[in-house]
């Protein structure tokens, strides 16, 4: 298939996803828009935000948007590394021992308020979501393609939980959040919950071979050195700035690289603008950075940080 194809392609496949979700999350396009980038980047995606606005949701109808395999886990104090990733156990009537996976071993995976588990059954996912296989009593077992875990947090709320470490935090491609809806929204979310439950009615809009393969076709979209020069230049001053304490690592700037290739290729491009990688710098970076205790006592936000570099570092300019 020749790139071209492959655009349009991915084109298709964004708006058919974008169109099908859209039918139970109203009025947050350019979320759904960003979810698709981090699907096709084979990324992880934290969504933040206070409850009952529809994090849950979103990522079901997503879920349920793809011809693959989907699990829930809700992760409370007590859950346990070996509920997600599995359990070898003893089989008395065969006589052997036999494995029985857990929810991880899954396409999709939905954590639920991720931040309510403690740091031993976080840490379980690290291995899943960079190394994409799991560990269990020293040997290996490669997780399916694709795989994308959709986790949940609810920052507004202390008591019971923990926060997530940094380490985690770089895992994730993209932290969203929904935000309320307008009160036109709001209307529109009454009328159309007021008889029906669309999350039910949605099926599967592309198949899991489709979506490996523009997984991989997202690699060839062109990407110029000035435009290289221009992530390493936004990511450097992350590090350099006077309000961050630990800057942006090599995996976000790999990050910010990829999701702007998947940008271009929703835009219907066969190449990345600077417009994509402005659009996606906070999603994408903003999480990753570490303030200084200064800056914290300040209530300083680190999204408005990213906004400052992305003002004042140079714009490529085409030649």
Same mark, same amino acid.
Request: proline share 6%.
């Given at each position: 298939?020749?790139?071209?194809?492959?655009?349009? %392609?991915?084109?298709?496949?964004?708006?058919?996803?974008?169109?099908?979700?859209?039918?139970?999350?109203?009025?947050?396009?350019?979320?759904?828009?960003? +979810?698709?980038?981090?699907? +096709?980047?084979?990324?992880?995606?934290?969504?933040?935000?206070?409850?009952?606005?529809?994090?849950?949701?979103?990522?079901?109808?997503?879920?349920?948007?793809?011809?693959?395999?989907?699990?829930?886990?809700?992760?409370?104090?007590?859950?346990?590394? %070996?509920?997600?990733?599995?359990?070898?156990?003893?089989?008395?009537?065969?006589?052997?021992?036999?494995?029985?996976?857990?929810?991880?071993?899954?396409?999709?995976?939905? #954590? /639920?308020?991720?931040?309510?588990?403690?740091?031993?059954?976080?840490? #379980?996912?690290?291995? #899943?979501?960079?190394?994409?296989?799991?560990?269990?009593?020293?040997?290996?077992?490669?997780?399916?393609?694709?795989?994308?875990?959709?986790?949940?947090?609810?920052?507004?709320? &202390?008591?019971?939980?923990?926060?997530?470490?940094?380490?985690?935090?770089?895992?994730?491609?993209?932290?969203?959040?929904?935000?309320?809806?307008?009160?036109? $929204? $709001?209307?529109?979310? &009454?009328?159309?919950?007021?008889? $029906?439950?669309?999350?039910?009615?949605?099926?599967?809009?592309?198949?899991?071979?489709?979506?490996?393969?523009?997984?991989?076709?997202?690699?060839?979209?062109?990407? %110029?050195?000035?435009?290289?020069?221009?992530?390493? /230049?936004?990511?450097?001053?992350?590090?350099?700035?006077?309000?961050?304490?630990?800057?942006?690592?090599?995996?976000?700037?790999?990050? +910010?690289?990829?999701?702007?290739?998947?940008?271009?290729?929703?835009?219907?491009?066969?190449?990345?603008?600077?417009?994509?990688?402005?659009?996606?710098?906070?999603?994408? +970076?903003?999480?990753?950075?570490?303030?200084?205790?200064?800056?914290?006592?300040?209530?300083?936000?680190?999204?408005?940080?990213?906004?400052?570099?992305?003002? %004042?570092?140079?714009?490529?300019?085409?030649?």
């Amino acid at each position: 298939m020749e790139q071209n194809d492959e655009i349009r %392609s991915i084109q298709r496949m964004a708006a058919t996803i974008g169109n099908n979700v859209s039918r139970v999350i109203i009025g947050k396009d350019e979320v759904i828009q960003l +979810l698709v980038v981090a699907l +096709l980047c084979e990324g992880h995606v934290l969504f933040e935000d206070v409850p009952g606005i529809g994090k849950t949701t979103i990522a079901k109808a997503l879920a349920r948007s793809l011809g693959c395999s989907f699990q829930r886990i809700q992760f409370t104090p007590d859950l346990l590394p %070996s509920d997600i990733t599995g359990i070898t156990f003893y089989n008395q009537k065969k006589g052997e021992f036999e494995f029985r996976p857990g929810p991880l071993l899954s396409q999709i995976v939905l #954590a /639920d308020e991720i931040n309510r588990a403690t740091p031993r059954t976080q840490s #379980a996912l690290l291995e #899943a979501m960079e190394e994409r296989q799991i560990s269990i009593e020293r040997n290996s077992l490669p997780l399916p393609r694709p795989f994308m875990v959709v986790a949940t947090q609810n920052p507004v709320e &202390l008591e019971g939980t923990f926060p997530l470490p940094e380490a985690q935090l770089d895992r994730f491609l993209m932290r969203l959040r929904l935000n309320y809806p307008d009160k036109n $929204e $709001e209307r529109q979310i &009454l009328r159309r919950f007021k008889e $029906e439950q669309p999350l039910q009615e949605l099926k599967p809009v592309v198949d899991a071979e489709q979506l490996t393969r523009l997984q991989q076709a997202i690699r060839k979209i062109h990407v %110029s050195s000035g435009i290289e020069n221009y992530i390493v /230049d936004l990511v450097h001053a992350t590090r350099d700035h006077s309000e961050v304490e630990l800057g942006v690592s090599p995996r976000g700037t790999l990050a +910010l690289y990829r999701a702007s290739q998947a940008m271009a290729a929703i835009e219907g491009r066969g190449y990345v603008i600077p417009d994509d990688v402005k659009r996606l710098a906070p999603n994408v +970076l903003a999480h990753r950075i570490i303030a200084t205790s200064q800056s914290r006592l300040h209530g300083h936000d680190m999204d408005q940080v990213i906004v400052d570099i992305l003002h %004042s570092t140079a714009v490529p300019v085409e030649q």
